[in-house]
């Protein structure tokens, strides 16, 4: 198992890039965004990606924390940790699995922390997409211009457990044909795209998953981010 995680502890100044790319495909982008954020924060940069690749096929996440970088660094760590089942795993059993990594970062979290975050995740195997979506980060994919998933009030680090959650709320299934290029991205990259149809776009004329990655990141810094972008990508075969 192969993987590449950015996270925002690390990137705290206004304005540069990270970049980082799996050599057999998948990458991130990562920022603190171009100006800073006008609203009440603990950290400067509380977002994280990752890209995993293993046995079976591909996973993809973003997290996007508030009130500390807590809930978003062991939601990467979590979703890494389960990486395998959630790749081998489809509906209710994917479900299972979200829950429970879930329930994991709430429970790992200090006693009286405030620390929540944003989650979206794709699993990948062939064709298939088990993409699970908690806050309001999203996904794309280079044969449609609108975002995958809706906007919902779960996130992690809630004391509600997603095993209360309508599963409509936060799983979707779909189909990836021919390998489409997929991104996953926090608001930051959403709210400051002057046109969000163009990422699908991106997607589709990227020559690579870096270059997409970081084409989404910089029009997302061009607007005038006021606040941290992260992007993670992979286009390709995922496994069997």
């Known amino acids: 198992m192969r993987s590449i995680a950015l996270l925002g502890r690390d990137w705290t100044e206004l304005g540069p890039l990270a970049l980082a790319e799996l050599p057999d495909g998948g990458a991130l982008a990562l920022s603190r965004g171009a100006h800073a954020k006008s ?3 603990t950290d400067p940069n509380e977002d994280g990606a990752l890209v995993v690749r293993t046995p079976s096929g591909v996973l993809l996440a973003v997290t996007d924390g508030f009130n500390g970088t807590e809930a978003s660094e062991l939601g990467i760590a979590r979703v890494r940790a389960r990486a395998a ?3 081998e795993s489809s509906g ?4 299972r699995q979200v829950t429970r990594l879930a329930d994991e970062v709430r429970d790992a979290l200090p006693r009286g922390s405030r620390s929540r975050s944003c989650l979206v995740l794709v699993a990948l195997r062939g064709e298939r997409m088990e993409l699970a979506s908690l806050g309001d980060s999203n996904a794309f994919v280079a044969s449609a211009p609108k975002g995958l998933v809706p906007e919902n009030t779960l996130l992690l680090g809630n004391p509600e457990s997603l095993a209360r959650a309508r599963p409509e709320l936060f799983h979707r299934e779909l189909v990836r044909a021919g390998g489409a290029r997929i991104a996953l991205v926090s608001d930051g990259i959403t ?4 046109d ?3 990422i699908a776009r991106t997607l589709a004329e990227s020559p690579s998953d ?5 084409a989404i990141a910089e029009a997302a810094l061009a607007g005038g981010a006021g606040d941290n972008v992260a992007v993670a990508v992979f286009a390709g ?3 069997v």
């Open 92 to 95: 209710e059993a994917f479900r």
């Open 85 to 87: 089942e959630l790749v």
């Open 237 to 239: 075969h995922a496994g």
């Open 196 to 198: 969000v149809s163009s």
């Open 191 to 194: 709210n400051f795209t002057p």
């Open 210 to 214: 870096l270059a997409a990655a970081r």
């Open 39 to 41: 609203y009440a924060h």
